[in-house]
C-alpha cells in the first residue's frame, strides 16, 4: 500500500472520445505524475505537476492535459481517444522539488480504447 | 530514452541471493542510479537508490561499481513474491522526478 489511489480500476471508450482518470496522492507530496504503459513496456512519462502547475512534460500531444488540486488530487485528462491510447494509466506521488526521488505509485487505470 | 541497459530475464531460485544487473555507461557525475519493480497489475515500487557508495535497505543492496558505469541489485533471499519486472533507473536528484522507465528484467523466482 503506497498511500496512492486511483480511480477508475478499469475503462472502455471509443475513438474519439473523452476520457478523465483521477488519482489520490499521499498526503503533503506537492507533485505528481503521471505515466503511460503500453503492453509490454516501461511506464513512459506523460507530465507532472507541482503545487498545481504543470512542472515537465514528456513527449505526448497537447490532448493529453492535467489538472492538479489543493486536496492532493489530480486528474488526467485525454481528448479525441486514439486505440494507440490503451495502456495502463499511472499516478506518482512525491514529496515535492528538491526531495529525494522516491515516487510512489498507485495501481493504476487500464484504459481500453475499441 | 532510457539510459541503462539490462537482460530481459532471468530466473533465480527461491532462497537464493538474486543478482540483477544493470549498464549505464553514460551516467554523469550528478546522477543517481534508482531501482523500482513492478508486481503484474500493480504499479512500481522504489527499492532502493544510490550515487557511488554501496547501499543496503530492508530490502536490498545496490551495489555500483567503482567506475559508476554499472552496478547490480541483490535481493538476498528470493522468494516467490520477488518475482517482478525491475527497473534500473539513471537520474539526477536536483528536484526534477521525473523517471524515465526502459523495458526492465523480468525476474521469476523459481520455486
Known amino acids: 500500500e503506497t498511500g496512492v489511489t486511483q480511480s477508475p480500476t478499469h475503462l472502455i471508450k471509443t475513438r474519439g472520445q473523452q476520457v478523465t482518470l483521477r488519482c489520490s496522492s499521499q498526503s503533503g507530496h506537492n507533485t505528481v505524475s503521471w505515466y503511460q504503459q503500453a503492453l509490454g513496456q516501461g511506464p513512459q512519462f506523460i507530465f507532472q505537476y507541482y503545487r498545481e502547475e504543470e512542472n515537465g512534460r514528456g513527449n505526448f500531444p497537447p490532448r493529453f492535459s492535467g489538472l492538479q488540486f489543493p486536496n492532493y488530487s489530480s486528474e488526467l485528462n485525454v481528448n479525441a481517444l486514439e486505440l494507440d491510447d490503451s495502456a495502463l494509466y499511472l499516478c506518482a506521488s512525491g514529496p515535492g522539488q528538491g526531495g529525494l526521488n522516491e515516487q510512489f505509485f498507485g495501481p493504476g487505470t487500464r484504459l481500453t480504447v475499441l | ?111
Open chain 2, 1 to 111: 530514452d532510457a539510459k541503462t541497459t539490462q537482460p530481459p530475464s532471468m530466473d533465480c531460485a527461491e532462497g537464493r541471493a538474486a543478482n540483477l544487473p544493470c549498464n549505464h555507461s553514460t551516467i554523469s557525475g550528478n546522477e543517481y542510479v534508482y531501482w523500482y519493480r513492478q508486481i503484474h497489475s500493480q504499479g512500481p515500487q522504489y527499492i532502493i537508490h544510490g550515487l557511488k557508495n554501496n547501499e543496503t535497505n530492508e530490502m536490498a543492496s545496490l551495489i555500483i561499481t567503482e567506475d559508476r558505469k554499472s552496478s547490480t541489485l541483490i535481493l538476498p533471499h528470493a522468494t516467490l513474491r520477488d518475482t517482478a519486472v525491475y527497473y534500473c533507473i539513471v537520474e539526477a536528484n536536483f528536484g526534477n522526478e521525473k523517471l524515465t522507465f526502459g523495458t526492465g528484467t523480468r525476474l521469476t523466482i523459481i520455486p
